[in-house]
């Protein structure tokens, strides 16, 4: 007897069925794949999140050294210049200083752009159009 009894279910289904089947497994891989990459970036924050910390404890370390030298400094010139005029010094340049910081750093904002996901959008694009070559077959 040869009849749909020994065939695969698969050989039995119609194209629509498989067509549907493989549209609910693309939508399922996409999920998929997206709750994976929000899961990975979602590490990669926290990752992010703790380093910044660490860079915000450094920094304000530093401003306090930076405190710190200005006084010594000011101490120094005393010694030839009366206390005014020796804490004035260390401030202009210490203005001056910050001055220059945020020029540059002005300049470098401007020329940013926002960084996009090349080689993400390349490769999604290059997915779409086979699957719409694949569809035209």
């Known amino acids: 007897m040869t009849g749909t009894v020994g065939r695969p279910q698969d050989e039995s289904r119609s194209v629509s069925e498989l067509v549907g089947q493989a549209t609910e497994q693309l939508s399922d891989l996409v999920r ?3 709750r994976l990459a929000k899961e990975e970036l979602a590490e990669k924050g926290r990752r992010a999140g703790r380093g910044g910390g660490l860079l915000a404890a450094a920094g304000a370390v530093a401003y306090v050294g930076l405190m710190a ?3 010594t400094a000011a101490a120094v010139l005393a010694l030839v210049l009366p206390w005014w005029a020796a804490a004035l010094v260390v401030t202009l340049a210490l203005l001056a200083a910050a001055g220059v910081l945020a020029a540059a750093g002005r300049s ?4 940013a752009t926002p960084p996009l996901p090349e080689e993400t959008l390349d490769s999604v694009r ?3 159009d086979e699957i719409k070559e694949r569809a035209h077959r």
Do not use: C, K, P, Y
């Not at 470098?108 to 020329?111: S, V």
């Open 32 to 34: 998929q794949e997206m």
């Open 69 to 71: 030298l200005s006084v």
């Open 108 to 111: 470098r904002l401007g020329r």
């Open 126 to 128: 290059a997915d779409v």
